[in-house]
């Protein structure tokens, strides 16, 4: 039914974008009693008001409903928390925000602030009612002890109704909110969200835990990868007791994911250019990808999967460029390069990409500008901020409903950007459901039209699209 539909609609596939405001639009933040400064954007006036050591200056909204929408040039901030710390510590090493995270279900947001301390928020920050039912929906605080370099809420329930139900275990944590913070010290701690107590450390790595992920299957399983070389996949139903060691990379690994079918984890290395490819059921090794551009000296950064687990995005960087590689996981085929690169050859970073719940488009955090996002084949980015050479962006996060991207920055900090709000076309949506249970081998052989099996296997996307920011206006080649 669903190629029949493709047959017949392909040609007319058309996308209706809708964007929509914050929930804090129009209405001045409540925002909790803690040590930060916050900052709403939104237009009007400024208004500043102290209470309990917290300072809020809330941009009231004056305009209309029109002046608030977000252009396309450039996305809207809409609100930034700035870790109130000692003049003494501001710009030094440990205040940077390594990690920032949603809960599965949006309603939680957590970051490392620097020297040791992860703070847990309710989302949004407008909320009125800090209790809601038996829940505590109250600001926590919890001090790892150990610089806070990954972190990760947990368990994630499936994708969808029709994926496997994880099996049942009498762990008592299995109906809690879980939150894994990875640490400097190769300790990685795991929290009870609600009553903010400790649960148990892992301990086994012997490197700074850079990233954690939970896979998407409701389980508690965690991944974490380190500077020891090593991932590792714990079961936390049995505290951690349970363990099973991925060894291959030759250096330190930056990040790791795990494909939305939780089928395969992906993971980079900063130094060794290895893109390794696992499997999550056998615990062995599959591939490693190679095929990008070569450059002597490069280094890798960071690593997505597509929701539907078709496509995987790495981002690396040398010298005055940087570019994010679109594999086939399942080929090991080279989809698409999008190279940025600058003409004054100064130095050029990129930390962090991820893709947007619905996979239209890829969000990444680059050392020249805090936000962009860019819709996979098509010229030019949807959105970025303006040319900023401190923006000092580190990390960046999806809220899993869409809309609101949070990036992270080296001094501590954590701002909210309104995304797009995108309706997908019906193809799109189709090839969504289709590719996260059906592999490119199994694709290939099915009697399709060429333009429809290129569209499934994402083969239609420009093989490469250079940019050169050398000032606030792109120019893109292909």
Not at 13 to 19: G, M, P, V
Not at 264 to 290: E, H, K, P, Q
Not at 399 to 404: A, L, M, Q, T
Not at 423 to 433: F, G, N, Y
Request: a positive charge.
């Amino acid at each position: 039914m669903t190629f029949c539909f493709l047959l017949a609609h392909f040609s007319h596939c058309k996308r209706y974008r809708r964007y929509e405001g914050s929930s804090l639009s129009g209405q001045n933040c409540v925002l909790p009693s803690l040590k930060w400064t916050t900052a709403v954007q939104q237009g009007g006036q400024i208004q500043e008001v102290k209470a309990n050591n917290v300072k809020k200056e809330t941009m009231c909204s004056m305009g209309t409903k029109a002046e608030l929408q977000m252009t396309l040039s450039e996305p809207a901030l809409v609100l930034e928390l700035k870790t109130r710390r000692p003049p003494s510590l501001e710009g030094r090493a440990g205040c940077e925000t390594w990690s920032v995270d949603f809960s599965p279900d949006g309603a939680w947001f957590a970051w490392s602030m620097g020297h040791g301390i992860v703070w847990v928020v309710a989302w949004p920050l407008d909320s009125e009612d800090s209790q809601n039912g038996e829940t505590d929906r109250g600001d926590k605080s919890f001090s790892c002890g150990h610089p806070v370099w990954g972190l990760a809420f947990g368990p994630r329930p499936p994708k969808s109704a029709a994926a496997p139900r994880p099996a049942k275990t009498s762990s008592k944590w299995n109906k809690s909110l879980l939150l894994a913070t990875g640490l400097e010290n190769g300790v990685i701690k795991i929290w009870n969200v609600l009553t903010g107590d400790a649960v148990f450390d892992l301990h086994g790595h012997e490197g700074v835990v850079r990233d954690l992920v939970f896979p998407q299957n409701g389980t508690l399983t965690l991944i974490s990868s380190s500077r020891d070389k090593t991932l590792r996949i714990w079961d936390l139903a049995q505290k951690g007791k349970k363990v099973q060691v991925l060894s291959g990379h030759k250096d330190w690994i930056s990040c790791c994911c795990v494909s939305s079918d939780c089928s395969m984890i992906a993971s980079v290395g900063r130094f060794d250019r290895m893109v390794c490819l696992w499997s999550l059921r056998s615990y062995t090794f599959i591939r490693n990808l190679s095929g990008g551009i070569h450059k002597t000296l490069y280094l890798l950064s960071s690593c997505d999967f597509s929701p539907d687990g078709a496509v995987l995005a790495t981002a690396a960087f040398s010298g005055s460029s940087w570019w994010i590689d679109l594999w086939d996981p399942y080929t090991a085929e080279k989809l698409a390069t999008l190279l940025d690169y600058a003409e004054d050859y100064r130095q050029k970073q990129i930390s962090a990409i991820q893709f947007s719940p619905n996979g239209l488009y890829l969000a990444m955090v680059t050392d020249d500008r805090a936000l962009r996002i860019w819709e996979p084949g098509q010229k030019g980015m949807v959105m970025q901020t303006k040319v900023d050479r401190d923006s000092n962006g580190l990390c960046c996060n999806y809220h899993p409903r869409g809309g609101v991207v949070a990036t992270g920055t080296r001094d501590g900090h954590v701002r909210f950007w309104r995304a797009p709000r995108t309706v997908p076309s019906l193809c799109h949506l189709c090839r969504s459901i289709l590719r996260h249970s059906v592999s490119t081998h199994q694709m290939e052989p099915l009697p399709l039209p060429k333009r429809i099996l290129e569209y499934l296997t994402y083969r239609n996307i420009p093989d490469r699209l250079e940019t050169c920011c050398s000032s606030d206006e792109e120019e893109w080649l292909k």
